[in-house]
């Protein structure tokens, strides 16, 4: 095969890989949204019906937050065999795995049926869903960004899967909303349960693109030479510490607003703006749509002025935005509401969309995917499991939105301090260590 015809080719399964990995990738974030959102709606009274609103708030966000602390482990258990089996064989898993879960969520009975035993039941879905998430993020990004190292795009490349994210917001409050619609008062009884049973449905789909796709390259060397690591998580550990933490705290600003801007925005517009939830379903659906087409920008200007450098920026924007946000949310002027939702999180994406390249490209490929998936699913339990609680009980104390913006803001200043001394190698060569001895290892061992 001539270097043209090589060159078509590997543009080839880069799309491919791409489309691959934001397509699964949205609908896992679909599965996991779907729960965030019905725990912000539906949830509490169906499930902790004896408790207080406040208390079967809380409740339920902690069932929530459940899946936030299993992410780590399914990073752990991913990133193993994602460094010692592939990319694709992980991402593979781990849509199973999501779709399953999130099935089986629509048909856990409430509490009047048979008690306790719901919010149990619905626990350890949302650990399955938890391992599931967490191990799918690393797998999504590497597969795209490792068929596109050479191209000078990274970060724009690196950023389809986290386009996923919007895309599963849209997907899940948009049938949530259609649902609530069209059943009326019976939706918190049956109605939020069909999203969960349609997901089988994305499940399916998702699972067709991704067997259609092809190792990555960097990957399928390593495999091929019997140079992949015996234990991955063990030696990112040992050796990446820092950048795993690192990875961790940048994460801290960006994904604690979110899951306010997502998730507690929901219960904050309906019990304390007394806004309806079709309406603040509505407004997060249009904040979603606009994040369709500023994650990618921002990926595409972290190529052109540093990851570092914007990462930077949109950590400082962030500490601003905090109190503008709760500033326009307590007008509970309808227009400000909206605006509030719908900037922030365009403000959020100038964190996100370079993200991805900017923790991936610190690891070297053997414990890329177990390195960056510990380092980004860390924050989960540091950051957005725990926003929503804490969001709730600070209202709940307090009965004023200033404490939960100055949370927000020390959060991105955690984040700008981080970025400020993580490495950033945008424009190196991330695959040259591949041609570096390794001692042989044998991935059938794993």
């Not at 390593?222 to 990112?236: G, I």
């Not at 550990?237 to 820092?242: A, P, S, V, Y």
């Not at 960006?254 to 309906?270: D, E, S």
């Not at 969309?353 to 490209?361: C, N, S, V, W």
């Amino acid at each position: 095969m001539d270097a043209n015809s090589s060159g078509q080719a590997t543009r080839r399964q880069l799309l491919r890989a791409v489309v691959a990995s934001t397509v699964g990738t949205s609908i896992e974030w679909y599965d996991f949204f779907l729960y965030t959102s019905a725990t912000a709606l539906v949830f509490g009274a169906l499930f902790f019906p004896q408790a207080d609103p406040t208390t079967g708030i809380l409740l339920a966000f902690g069932t929530y937050f459940i899946g936030f602390l299993a992410r780590p482990v399914g990073a752990a258990i991913f990133g193993h065999y994602g460094d010692r089996m592939g990319r694709k064989i992980a991402l593979v898993a781990t849509l199973l795995l999501m779709g399953v879960g999130t099935f089986l969520v629509g048909l856990v009975p409430s509490y009047a049926a048979i008690g306790i035993w719901g919010g149990i039941l619905l626990t350890l879905l949302r650990t399955v869903q938890g391992i599931g998430v967490g191990g799918e993020w690393g797998g999504s990004v590497l597969l795209s960004m490792e068929w596109g190292t050479r191209t000078g795009r990274r970060g724009f490349i690196a950023s389809w899967p986290q386009f996923g994210v919007p895309v599963g917001l849209i997907l899940a409050n948009g049938i949530l909303a259609i649902m609530a619609a069209l059943t009326g008062p019976a939706f918190q009884d049956w109605g939020w349960r069909i999203p969960f049973l349609l997901s089988i449905i994305l499940v399916g789909v998702g699972l067709y693109i991704r067997l259609g796709i092809l190792e990555s390259p960097v990957f399928a060397r390593l495999l091929a030479e019997r140079r992949v690591a015996a234990t991955p998580v063990s030696e990112v550990l040992q050796k990446n510490l820092r950048e795993v933490l690192l990875a961790c705290l940048i994460r801290t600003g960006q994904q604690a607003p979110f899951y306010i801007f997502t998730a507690y925005i929901l219960v904050y517009g309906t019990r304390v703006l007394n806004f309806s939830n079709q309406t603040m379903l509505t407004y997060v659906l249009i904040a979603s749509f606009v994040s369709l087409f500023t994650i990618p920008l921002w990926g595409y200007v972290s190529d052109l002025v540093g990851r570092r450098r914007l990462y930077m920026i949109g950590a400082a924007a962030m500490v601003i935005y905090s109190f503008v946000y709760f500033g326009l949310l307590d007008t509970a002027v309808p227009a400000l509401v909206l605006l509030a939702v719908v900037l922030s999180l365009p403000i959020h994406d100038i964190q996100y969309g370079p993200q991805a390249a900017f923790i991936a490209e610190a690891f070297t490929p053997r414990v890329r995917y177990s390195g960056s998936s510990l380092g980004y699913q860390l924050a989960s339990i540091t950051a957005g499991g725990p926003a929503p609680l804490i969001a709730v009980a600070l209202f709940s104390i307090y009965n004023s939105s200033l404490p939960i913006a100055i949370y927000m803001a020390v959060c991105a200043l955690i984040s700008l301090a981080s970025a400020a001394v993580m490495p950033d190698r945008g424009k190196a060569d991330i695959d040259a260590d591949v041609a570096a001895p390794i001692p042989v290892t044998h991935p059938a061992s794993a």
